[in-house]
Each structure stands twice: as structure tokens, then as C-alpha cells.
């Protein structure tokens, strides 16, 4: 008896590429448009987008199982049971491991984050928590400082962006402010300080964005 053969293919979705186009050679073009008849949560397998990962199991040059990556958070799964395909969407699963960032302010923000050995968007995460009390193009000094506890995640041994920060430092004017991630019991999260006040008020300080955590420091102060 001859052994199936089995091929399994990884890859990217390229500019031009369509689920039609990636399907055809082990699917008839008749089934390819059934399946994306079949939406799952919204989401059409004609909606493949350019950068996803994906992969593509063949038997015998027979299409098995498809699997796409819409974001970081889910993916969707095809996979043939008999003679039928099933379509589901599953969260992607990801090694959470907690780890303890800290560093001193020079320049700004970005770049302090940045000498610690992480990504932008850790800043971004950090900069988030303490926007309602802290500008943080007008109010950060040199020798500022931070320190945070972050879930990572990581997927068969890569880092692959941040989870929750779930403790954080910062000391700003010799001043230091306090946050914890607290989730209630209908999942819903929000940071508090140290005597159980939100951080999330109802006045923002300044409107988010990159280019203010990653200006240099500032004396000048606008007229209210």
C-alpha cells in the first residue's frame, strides 16, 4: 500500500494573491467559492489581506486543511471532515511569559523604552496608562524613571508583541505614579492606583499619539 502523500505549505499572502488563486491547485474552483459563501463572525475568506500568515495542508494533492491569520488576536480554520469542509474562527494561541522591564528617561519616552531592549508599542501601552496625569511631551524631565511588570507572548519560541502590562512605575518631577491592571468579573480591565482610584478620568491630559512620546523635552508651556 502506497503511503499518503502528505505536503504542507507556509507562507505569506503577496500583493495579487487571492484565496482563489492560493486554493486553486488543490480545489475546484466551485468549492473555493462555497467557502467563502460561508462568512464565520463577519469575516469571508475573500477578505484575505496582503502580509497574513498562512498555511496549507495537502493529501495526495487534495486540500485538508487551510489556516489563515486575520490578526494577531484570530485565525480561521478549514479543515475537510469526510467528504465536507468545516470553517471556524479560533483565537490564536500564544506562551505568555511575565517579565520586569525598568529604565531612566534621557531623551524621551520612545527612545528610554527603546535602551531597555523593547518595541515602540510597550511605550505606547505604558504612555496609555498614565496619559490622564501625565503629558508626556511637556511633563517628562531627564532622569525620569519606569518600571513595569508585562505579559509577553511569544508563539513556538518567538516574541510576538505584548500581552497586558500588569503593574506599572513611573516617577516623573520626583513624583511617582502607580498603576494595576485589575479585571472584574465580566472582563472588563482597568488600571487603578494604589487606593483603588481609576486611572481613567475624565479629563485627558494630552491626545495620544507617537509623536508625543517620542519629542524631546519642552519648558514652554501654552496659555490655558
Same mark, same amino acid.
Given at each position: ?8 505549505? *507556509?507562507?505569506? /499572502?503577496?500583493?495579487? =494573491? ?10 475546484? $474552483? ?16 475573500? !477578505? /484575505? ?6 498555511? #496549507? ?12 491569520? /486575520?490578526?494577531?488576536?484570530? +485565525? ?6 469526510? &467528504? ?5 474562527? *479560533?483565537? @490564536?494561541?500564544?506562551? $505568555? ?8 528617561? /534621557?531623551?524621551?519616552? %520612545? ?6 531592549? &523593547? ?6 501601552? $505604558?504612555?496609555? #496608562?498614565?496619559?490622564?496625569?501625565? =503629558?508626556?511631551? +511637556? ?8 518600571? $513595569? ?5 511569544? +508563539? ?7 500581552? =497586558? #502590562? &500588569? ?5 516623573? +518631577? =520626583? ?7 485589575? &479585571? ?26 507617537? %509623536? !508625543? @512620546? ?5 519648558? *514652554?508651556?501654552?496659555?490655558?
Amino acid at each position: 500500500q502506497v503511503p499518503p502523500q502528505i505536503e504542507k505549505i *507556509k507562507g505569506v /499572502i503577496k500583493s495579487g =494573491d487571492t484565496i482563489s488563486s492560493l486554493l486553486d491547485p488543490y480545489l475546484p $474552483l466551485k468549492q473555493i467559492y462555497k467557502l467563502c459563501a460561508r462568512k464565520v463572525d463577519g469575516f469571508s475568506l475573500s !477578505r /484575505i489581506k496582503t502580509g497574513q500568515a498562512f498555511t #496549507i495542508v495537502v493529501k495526495n494533492r487534495q486540500l485538508v486543511w487551510f489556516e489563515y491569520e /486575520i490578526d494577531e488576536k484570530d +485565525r480561521v480554520i478549514v479543515q475537510k471532515q469526510n &467528504e465536507a469542509f468545516s470553517i471556524v474562527k *479560533k483565537a @490564536i494561541e500564544y506562551d $505568555l511569559v511575565q517579565e520586569t522591564v525598568s529604565g531612566r528617561i /534621557i531623551t524621551n519616552l %520612545s527612545n528610554a523604552i527603546k535602551q531597555a531592549g &523593547e518595541k515602540n508599542e510597550l511605550a505606547m501601552k $505604558l504612555a496609555d #496608562i498614565f496619559a490622564w496625569d501625565i =503629558d508626556f511631551i +511637556r511633563d517628562i524631565r531627564p532622569g525620569d524613571q519606569f518600571r $513595569l511588570l508585562v505579559k509577553k507572548k511569544y +508563539r513556538s519560541g518567538k516574541f510576538s508583541g505584548y500581552a =497586558d #502590562i &500588569e503593574a506599572a512605575f513611573f516617577t516623573n +518631577r =520626583d513624583i511617582e505614579y502607580k498603576a494595576f491592571l485589575f &479585571e472584574d468579573s465580566k472582563g472588563g480591565k482597568g488600571y487603578y492606583d494604589e487606593d483603588g482610584g481609576s486611572l481613567q478620568k475624565s479629563f485627558l491630559k494630552a491626545p495620544l499619539s507617537y %509623536s !508625543r @512620546i517620542s519629542s524631546g523635552f519642552t519648558y *514652554k508651556r501654552m496659555h490655558p
